[in-house]
């Protein structure tokens, strides 16, 4: 087996990349004008957004795919991405007030994209409470399917309409001129983001690879 | 020999089925009907309703409401093929899978459009509400809201059976999936109640609704072909 | 019309319903399916019916996929130890509700109807009905459109002697109509032996006999049964 040592490599150069990214975030990135040091949360905050948007996105990739092909592995595909996202989007909840409290002066606000955030993340909670309610089988995966699809097609009319609905809300910072150090300091969170998603996604889906040839064993040996 | 008539025609049959069915046993439109009123009573002591405060709370009262009923009543939609194993007499006959969606789909929106248009009068009396023909748009946000709340609604009902949180199912995916239909629903009820405000231009249709109107029958349009496409997933044993 | 199943595995599951099963059958054959509980007689019948797919192979009816082609599922005809009917609506109202899936006329009801002695309760709620009024009823239902299938799922179920006689009576007339064929699932073998004329028995989903039958014997046929489902293979 090839992953092993790939699974490797990667846990590796997750350390290294997260050792630099904290380094740069609190070291090299200058000191916000506005906002204080506070604003240091904004580089995990946008790359664990991202990560989660990607997982949803997968999501419905596994979904599609496990409905065309009825392979186990694309199942476990989007399943293991639904988790990845419920994690990174519950990271994006907890740092997002974080930041809030100094800058808004309350934890939580009706903000559009925070809400669309805290929605999708209740749909996908959903999503894997259909997995892990359902009984055990083909069925279960079949309907988990039909959610990840119906789900990921629900993400922007979520967010169009949260637009529409708090448009006055609209608080997050608009787009400005980043620092060079600021730009790089983000593009190196994206990427040790990007690199650890990776390794997650390969870690879990060996696990459950794993899991499902340890249930077909135990299923034969019983026969 | 074998004329397999058309999935419209399919869909007719089936749906005239339900609705005779339910014409007799009034096991659906009954409950939900009284469930909303008991939601309005239930409303009314928690923020003490039928003051000034009508056109701010008045459409969020009115689509929960409506929304907690019509969770009652899509539990249902599969109940009489449940029975006596009917849904295998349909999937056996020469039915398209897609026709059992779309009967049980007109078959909720009838059913939801029903219970609206009787508890309204309710909802009038206890937010005294002046009666007039600015409440004639409220009709096509009652339909595109029900279409929208069954389309995704019929399709995860089929699901309910088979799951081990039965009746919890189907609230934890219709509700954090419906919100961007309720959003339109309540906004666009807020516009047409505003006209019942005394000294308000008395617009027919004011322009702010064309918005909310349209996203409802874009929820409505993309679920429901999306969940048409599905439903043969959802359906097989 | 010809019945195939092509190493047929279904599983739910971890449970094992079908692990290989072979299985062709001309038009005019008429199959028993008889096994143990869960030996998966059931399951094959459903699959037949395109109620479920098979987890691995195929199954086909008249060559399609008959979860795929209307035009197959309009030749088959399910009758099952369930009335399949709705109890909410009368006898007549029920055969005029599937009469229009498979596009029929009303005719059909009404001749349907006097067909299995219930012409005078055409307009009776099925809910009110005797367990024998009502399996004549599935019946009815199930015949409707003159199937060249019909698949038997257990139809004696629940029924006194003499309603069990009259309905395979009724059924036999169908059965030997020709052209059709037919797969009787049953725990009942004895009953059966008027119908088949080819006896398929499963255990732990798989084929352990498949042997053309004649006989109107039911002990011999229940004799037949005992053997392969005690004796290992």
Redesign the interface.
């Known amino acids: 087996m090839i992953s092993l040592p790939m699974s490797r490599i990667l846990s590796i150069v997750v350390t290294l990349a997260m050792l630099v990214a904290v380094c740069a975030v609190f070291l090299y990135a200058p000191t916000e004008r506005q906002m204080g040091d506070v604003q240091r949360i904004f580089y995990f905050h946008v790359s664990a957004a991202l990560s989660a948007a990607t997982a949803y996105f997968l999501v419905f990739l596994g979904s599609v795919q496990y409905l065309r092909t009825r392979a186990d592995r694309w199942d476990r595909f989007a399943k293991v991405s639904a988790e990845l996202g419920i994690a990174f989007s519950a990271f994006v909840l907890f740092s997002g007030p974080l930041w809030a409290r100094p800058i808004w002066g309350v934890f939580w606000r009706w903000e559009p994209r925070l809400t669309t955030m805290l929605i999708t993340f209740t749909i996908y909670v959903a999503y894997l409470m259909v997995r892990s309610y359902g009984e055990p089988g083909e069925r279960t995966q079949r309907f988990a399917a039909v959610v990840g699809i119906v789900a990921f097609v629900n993400v922007p009319l979520v967010h169009y309409s949260i637009n529409m609905w708090a448009a006055d809300q609209q608080l997050h910072p608009p787009k400005v001129e980043l620092d060079p150090a600021m730009l790089y300091t983000k593009l190196i969170c994206y990427f040790t983001f990007a690199c650890l998603f990776t390794l997650l996604m390969r870690l879990r889906l060996q696990q459950e690879r794993q899991a499902a040839r340890l249930e077909a064993l135990s299923r034969r040996t019983q026969q | 020999m074998s004329a397999v008539p058309s999935t419209w025609a399919h869909t007719r049959i089936l749906l005239r089925k339900d609705l005779v069915a339910e014409w007799r046993t009034k096991e659906r439109l009954s409950p939900m009907v009284f469930f909303v009123l008991l939601v309005l009573l239930v409303f009314n002591f928690g923020f003490e309703l039928g003051g000034a405060a009508l056109w701010e709370i008045g459409p969020g009262v009115l689509w929960t409401s409506f929304v907690f009923a019509s969770l009652f009543g899509l539990q249902r939609t599969f109940a009489a093929e449940g029975a006596n194993d009917c849904l295998d007499g349909l999937l056996a006959a020469p039915v398209e899978r897609g026709a059992l969606y779309l009967a049980k789909m007109l078959g909720n929106v009838l059913f939801l459009l029903g219970v609206e248009l009787l508890t309204l009068p309710m909802f009038g009396l206890f937010f005294n509400l002046t009666p007039g023909l600015y409440l004639l748009p409220l009709f096509v946000v009652f339909l595109l809201g029900s279409a929208s709340v069954a389309s995704i609604g019929t399709l995860f009902a089929a699901m309910a059976g088979h799951s081990r949180l039965r009746e919890f199912l189907l609230p934890l995916l219709v509700l954090p999936m419906l919100i961007p239909a309720l959003i339109s629903c309540v906004a666009a009820t807020g516009v047409i109640l505003e006209g019942g405000i005394p000294g308000r231009g008395t617009e027919l249709w004011p322009a702010e609704l064309t918005v909310h109107v349209g996203m409802l029958g874009l929820f409505a349009v993309v679920f429901t072909t999306l969940a048409w496409m599905l439903f043969d997933f959802v359906i097989e044993e | 019309m010809e019945l195939r199943a092509e190493s047929v595995h279904k599983?739910?599951?971890?449970a094992?319903a079908l692990a290989g099963v072979d299985l062709t059958a001309a038009a005019d054959t008429h199959l028993l399916l008889a096994g143990a509980n869960g030996a998966g007689k059931t399951t094959l019948l459903?699959l037949f019916?395109?109620?479920?797919?098979p987890?691995e192979g195929r199954v086909m009816i008249g060559g399609q996929d008959p979860?795929r082609s209307?035009?197959q599922?309009?030749?088959?005809g399910?009758l099952?130890h369930?009335?399949?009917?709705?109890?909410?609506?009368t006898a007549a109202?029920n055969l005029r509700?599937?009469g229009?899936?498979?596009?029929l006329g009303v005719e059909t009801v009404s001749s349907a109807l006097v067909a299995v002695d219930l012409a005078d309760h055409a307009e009776a709620k099925v809910g009110g009905f005797s367990r024998g009024m009502k399996q004549r009823l599935a019946l009815a239902?199930a015949t409707l459109h003159t199937p060249e299938v019909l698949?038997l799922d257990e139809p004696f179920t629940g029924l006194d002697r003499r309603s069990a006689r009259t309905l395979s009576t009724r059924l036999l007339e169908r059965t030997r109509q020709p052209g059709v064929s037919s797969v009787l699932v049953t725990h009942n073998v004895e009953e059966a032996a008027q119908f088949v004329n080819r006896v398929i028995i499963l255990r732990g989903g798989r084929v352990v006999c498949d042997e053309p039958w004649s006989a109107r014997d039911g002990a011999l046929l229940q004799a037949l049964c005992d053997h392969h489902q005690e004796v290992p293979r």
């Open positions: 599983r739910f599951g971890t094992v459903r019916a395109g109620l479920t797919g987890t979860r209307t035009a599922r309009w030749r088959l399910l099952s369930q009335t399949l009917l709705y109890d909410d609506l109202e509700f599937f229009g899936l498979y596009g239902r698949l």
